[in-house]
């Protein structure tokens, strides 16, 4: 009886534990559901149409000029066919020719800016912030090296990183909400219409 | 017939706990939880079953990790041969949602300038497989009757 009860239970309870969490999570965040600019509206919409994932990777071969960045600045990468968004991609650029970004198989790591020049698109971005600032912003983001990357990860939590959430939570620590509008993720386009931001180039 | 059907129940009890833990994302602390459970309900599943001959654990076991292995396969594969290596991962981590929270305890170490969890993933075929048989041995040994 005792065995019995335990079949049933164990393929009952993950289902009966998502379906709780799903009504949390909507309560909770409400508005993200009802939203029709949120970024799941968004990602369904474009998958319709048969967009998936980060788009159609490849090397582009994009010529823009890296001259002036400054560390603090970010910088955005797309490919085409990105469904959840225009850019695919976001890294923060730490000073001496790497970022720190965020990959499903090296985590949250560094890399050569240069990588950048396989996006058919690059957009780099500067937050409006004073340098001591953005200092301290690089020292949060070296923090976070080799945490694992999730491409789902929340806002909340310091364990699960995807690549918009390394820059968007180094910031916030420093009062600076590059992301405040409702939304259960983050995308790199967010950053692109924040008010805190100034466009240095787009190629 | 009993292989297909605890097979089944495996991939239900994964594609539920992936979910459930996906959710539970949101709330640090109660993902790390979720994922213990899975790690308890999938050695429940081993250890309460009937006909538990080494050959049905086996066969159990490598059929509800082969997509598993599959994957991970074609993560390591040179590009060009299967497709995208780096695809094949980022599906693999989808796969295993359920162990992402334990996955990201291991935070901080490095291999040959990947993050140790990445070869965890990639061998996460063969221990969750070997997790299976050892509990399913477990419960040969202290000799738990069938619940069938």
Known sequence: ?203 | MFIFKRVIRLYLIQLFAGIAVALAIYFPGLDLALAFLFCLVIGAEAVIYKGNSWRSILVTALVWQLPGLLLSMQSIAPAGMWGEANYGFFVLQFWYTPLVPLLSCLAGYFIQGKPIYYYVLLGAPLLLGLYYCLAAALGRRVGVKPAI
């Open chain 1, 1 to 203: 009886m005792k065995l019995t009860l335990i079949r049933k239970l164990d393929l009952l309870i993950f289902p009966l534990l998502g379906a709780i969490l799903f009504t949390a999570l909507f309560i909770m965040e409400y508005r993200v559901f009802t939203d029709p600019h949120a970024i799941m509206r968004t990602y369904i919409k474009n998958a319709e149409q048969g967009r998936t994932g980060y788009g159609c990777a490849g090397y582009y071969n994009n010529s823009i000029s890296f001259a002036g960045l400054e560390p603090g600045d970010l910088v955005l990468g797309a490919y085409p066919g990105c469904a959840y968004g225009r850019y695919s991609h976001v890294g923060i650029y730490l000073g001496r020719g790497e970022v720190m970004e965020g990959f499903v198989d090296l985590g949250v790591n560094r890399q050569p800016l240069e990588h950048y020049r396989q996006y058919r698109e690059i957009c780099l971005l500067r937050v409006n912030a004073p340098r001591a600032v953005k200092e301290r912003v690089i020292a949060h983001v070296s923090e976070y090296e080799g945490r694992l990357f999730y491409p789902l990860a929340f806002r909340p939590g310091e364990r699960i990183f995807n690549c918009t959430k390394i820059m968007w939570k180094a910031y916030l620590q420093e009062g600076i909400d590059l992301a405040p509008a409702d939304d259960l993720w983050i995308v790199p386009d967010v950053f692109r219409r924040s008010p805190r931001v100034s466009v240095i180039r787009i190629n």
